[in-house]
């Protein structure tokens, strides 16, 4: 099993962008994934998830920014980020749990994690 980040980077505020999480080894229809967001010196948090079929979960302080969705036809699951704010720079990671619902309460619920991609929101 295999979770790969991409899309992270040097964005100033207010600007977007777009994580992508590629999944392999297990499939997306059986699996929920959740986007987990790690400040400087801070725990990760979980921020967003998505299952097959399910209703998408947001944390508070992302919902109307952030937008979660399954790529079509592909084993993939990306995070559109839009109005960043300096407070959302960190490390993001993706995972995953075989799961008829996902949830962001805690990162201990999922057992497969990605290495992380890093975003930066500064002017």
């Known amino acids: 099993f295999e979770l790969v980040e991409s899309g992270g980077g040097l964005v100033q505020p207010g600007g977007s962008l777009r994580l992508s999480c590629a999944a392999s080894g297990f499939s997306l229809d059986t699996h929920a994934v959740g986007w987990f967001h790690q400040a400087p010196g801070k725990e990760r948090e979980g921020i967003s998830c998505?299952?097959?079929?399910?209703?998408?979960k947001y944390k508070d302080s992302v919902k109307g920014r952030f937008s979660i969705s399954r790529d079509t036809g592909k084993n993939t699951v990306s995070l559109q980020m839009d109005s960043l704010k300096p407070e959302d720079t960190g490390v993001y990671y993706c995972?995953?749990?075989?799961?008829?619902?996902?949830?962001?309460?805690?990162?201990?619920?999922?057992?497969?994690w990605g290495q992380g991609t890093r975003v930066t929101v500064s002017s």
């Open positions: 998505y299952r097959e079929g399910r209703r998408t």
């Open positions: 995972a995953a749990v075989e799961s008829s619902h996902c949830e962001i309460i805690s990162p201990d619920w999922y057992d497969y």
